[in-house]
């Protein structure tokens, strides 16, 4: 519940930025839908029943809905970009901050290249997590509710079947979550000190 509730707080520094760029792939997610609409009724008006009059028509719609996918596609890939960068200098920041009321003997009993790991690893991945990885969480949850909705309508048999499939995913994925977690723990804390102390000497010359 707190770390739910420290996301929170972070996410609420730029909700506008965020909230774009989740409106801005939902449109990209509505428009790809209608561009395999439009698909289907190409084939079903033009190319099964012969009604080419239609043609221009269904290629006007498809031109646009590319279109609208592709700008809205590059124009919230770029407010993710900023975001991620906002999130990772926010993070360096309260990092710092923390070092700096640090009391001097606790600070000599930290390693360097632990502190070092905090701002070259652990702060881009965090992140990441916050302007990147929520964000397709997002999309991904509304992608799957359109899709959900349309199997729905057209077969409720389908949709059963559907749901079962992701259930049964969901339980795998639960079972299988809590060991690669534990693997991909065990792997960063075994990582050698040459790869540490490269990182520290990266970030001292970044500083410089």
Request: aromatic share 14%; glycine share 4%.
């Amino acid at each position: 519940m707190k770390r739910r509730h420290w996301l929170i707080n972070y996410i609420r520094e730029i909700k506008g930025k965020f909230s774009g760029s989740v409106l801005l792939e939902a449109i990209a997610v509505v428009a790809e839908l209608v561009m395999i609409a439009i698909t289907k009724y190409v084939i079903d008006d033009i190319f099964i029943k012969g009604h080419y009059e239609k043609f221009f028509i269904y290629m006007e719609i498809f031109a646009t809905a590319i279109t609208t996918y592709i700008l809205s596609h590059a124009l919230a890939f770029i407010l993710m970009r900023k975001n991620v960068l906002f999130f990772r200098y926010r993070l360096m920041e309260e990092l710092l901050r923390a070092f700096f009321q640090m009391p001097q003997k606790d600070f000599q009993n930290q390693r360097i290249g632990q502190m070092t790991n905090y701002f070259t690893n652990e702060a881009t991945m965090v992140a990441d997590l916050l302007g990147n990885r929520m964000l397709m969480v997002s999309v991904n949850v509304l992608k799957c509710s359109i899709l959900l909705l349309f199997i729905g309508f057209t077969d409720w048999t389908v949709l059963i079947i559907v749901l079962c499939c992701a259930y049964a995913y969901i339980r795998v994925g639960k079972y299988f979550s809590p060991r690669l977690k534990a693997i991909g723990k065990e792997a960063q804390e075994q990582q050698c000190p040459l790869c540490r102390s490269w990182r520290c000497i990266r970030f001292c010359k970044d500083i410089s």
